[in-house]
């Protein structure tokens, strides 16, 4: 490994490697595949760059990312390193004169897109060089479990397995849970794979959930409050997006907007004006950011809940790319649910993807609701364990007062457990109410003991109460369109006796206002 920190040192001019690279870069240099969960901007390139240098040959790097894949090689070469790329924007001239480079074993790094691969290319490239490492980034793109399935990576695995001298295979990625990543290790034929977890805590961030707000009346004073600083507002949809850029420039506020219905000339003015601080403020859809490193962004505003944590830690991620203090916020309300479950309904996705999105849907919300350290419930959802809470983050700071309420939870497990997984929420909150609803008469459900249980609550009100011990893990949702409710592994210590479950005050308020899904 010293050879490794010596090329840090004198290529990249690093002293030391961040949390994971080294742990990466041993495993694949003693020869093991390996899976690398990093997130973006935590510096994965280095992790085959530098095993690329100290083997023989030339690494392949599939990427889907066209203009990451020229940022890539144009730094690599002004490094001093020999580096091409081979991707659908090159003329044919230029592509003929990378692949004869190529076949003389000319560079270290040799990016390809994924389209530009298909079985004689690749038979082709493995017959004519020697390939010691293949390194594969954004590898979520091979799993349906993903939120990129793309098919051309499906076929990488067989090309893999059919080279004479099977090379290591390195994949990366930026966002996977312990499900996708398991997928991707299988999909990609990885052996025996190096997992590595890391880097997802980012210190500088203080994560906030605002629930129920006045968004205009917050907007204002928000703004007030951070009169110099550059920051993205997240919109759902191109209306809301000019709406809150009105209202920005009402208030004199320097600000671009980004989103799909704009022209690409106007766009990408917009970026640079942004890039260059000509506008503070950027309020965009999510189609702004692909790419976008500006150092000094110190807030993201969620006007909505995105549909998954992987979205909104993402764009969330562009505030304090320099390490400053920076903060991410999001407001919430429940009918955001509902517009996100109206784009699944109404999305391209078959059944199987409905419900992948429907389960990546109840995660956020369950985000949107925890009275859990939001950091921890990032870094844990990503799959990397031990990080303790960042003491900053909404939940951190809610001195709110504490109410037991584990009577009511026993009553609302209790019922759910007989249930034996087999109803969604609704049908719970239901027989906890006491409701002589058909469905509920039609399964006898009428004769649990535990029917009526809540008989004096609105019925929202229970499945508020069942949705918040969802969201503090007592209970879990199945994945699926219509998902199921049964008890989570959170649940055995209250059901025992040995743990009591308490709620925040303010919780309390903000569910009362809560909508069921
Ligand atoms: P990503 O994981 O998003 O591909 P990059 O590889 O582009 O991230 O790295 C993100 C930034 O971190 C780059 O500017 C890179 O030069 C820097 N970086 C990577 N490794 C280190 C290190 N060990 N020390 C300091 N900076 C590093
Ligand atoms: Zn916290």
Not at 120 to 144: K, N, R, W, Y
Not at 217 to 243: P, V
């Amino acid at each position: 490994m010293q050879e490794a920190r010596n090329l840090l040192k004198q290529v990249y001019g690093y002293d030391t490697f961040r949390k994971g690279q080294e742990a990466i870069i041993s495993g694949i240099m003693e020869g093991r595949d390996s899976l690398a969960i990093l997130p973006t901007g935590g510096g994965k390139s280095v992790c085959y760059q530098i095993p690329a240098l100290l083997m023989d040959g030339t690494t392949l790097v599939v990427s889907p990312l066209i203009s990451l894949m020229k940022d890539q090689v144009d730094a690599l070469n002004r490094l001093g390193i020999k580096a091409a790329y081979l991707n659908s924007s090159m003329s044919a001239v230029e592509y003929r004169e990378v692949m004869r480079q190529a076949f003389m074993g000319e560079y270290k790094l040799l990016y390809v897109a994924p389209e530009r691969l298909d079985a004689p290319m690749f038979a082709s490239l493995s017959e004519q060089m020697h390939i010691p490492l293949i390194a594969i980034d954004e590898a979520h793109c091979v799993s349906q479990w993903g939120h990129d399935f793309r098919p051309s990576y499906r076929q990488l695995a067989g090309w893999i397995a059919r080279m004479n001298n099977r090379p290591l295979v390195a994949a990366f990625t930026a966002t996977a849970t312990e499900e996708v990543a398991r997928d991707i290790a299988s999909m990609l034929g990885l052996h025996d794979p190096s997992i590595h977890v890391s880097g997802f805590a980012r210190d500088n961030l203080s994560l906030s959930v605002v629930s129920g707000a006045d968004k205009p009346a917050f907007l204002r004073k928000f703004m007030g409050e951070r009169k110099d600083q550059s920051g993205i507002i997240y919109a759902a949809t191109r209306k809301e997006t000019e709406q809150v850029h009105a209202v920005l420039e009402k208030m004199g506020i320097p600000a671009g907007k980004y989103h799909g219905g704009l022209g690409d000339v106007e766009r990408a003015e917009m970026q640079e004006k942004f890039r260059f601080d000509d506008v503070r403020v950027m309020v965009a859809t999510n189609a702004f950011g692909m790419g976008i490193d500006k150092p000094n962004v110190r807030f993201v505003l969620h006007w909505q809940m995105p549909g998954d944590v992987e979205s909104y830690y993402q764009e969330a991620g562009r505030a304090g790319r320099d390490g400053e203090e920076s903060e991410c916020i999001l407001l919430f309300e429940p009918q955001d649910v509902q517009v996100q479950r109206f784009l699944i309904d109404q999305g391209t996705g078959d059944g199987d993807r409905k419900s992948i999105q429907m389960a990546k849907l109840h995660t956020m919300m369950n985000y949107s609701r925890t009275q859990r350290c939001l950091q921890q419930f990032i870094v844990e959802y990503f799959g990397e364990a031990d990080v303790p809470p960042c003491g900053k983050c909404s939940s951190c700071l809610d001195k709110s007062e504490l109410i037991d309420r584990t009577d009511d939870a026993l009553k609302a497990l209790s019922c759910v457990a007989r249930l034996k997984g087999k109803f969604g929420v609704t049908t719970a909150a239901k027989v906890l109410k006491g409701s002589r609803d058909k469905r509920v008469l039609e399964w006898g459900l009428d004769k649990l003991s535990t029917y009526g249980l809540f008989s004096r609550w609105p019925e929202k009100e229970i499945s508020d109460w069942l949705y918040w011990l969802v969201a503090e893990g007592y209970l879990v949702m199945s994945d699926g369109q219509y998902p199921t409710v049964s008890l989570a592994s959170g649940s055995l210590p209250v059901l025992e006796g040995r743990e009591r479950v308490q709620q925040r005050k303010r919780t309390t308020v903000r569910q009362a206002s809560s909508q069921a899904v």
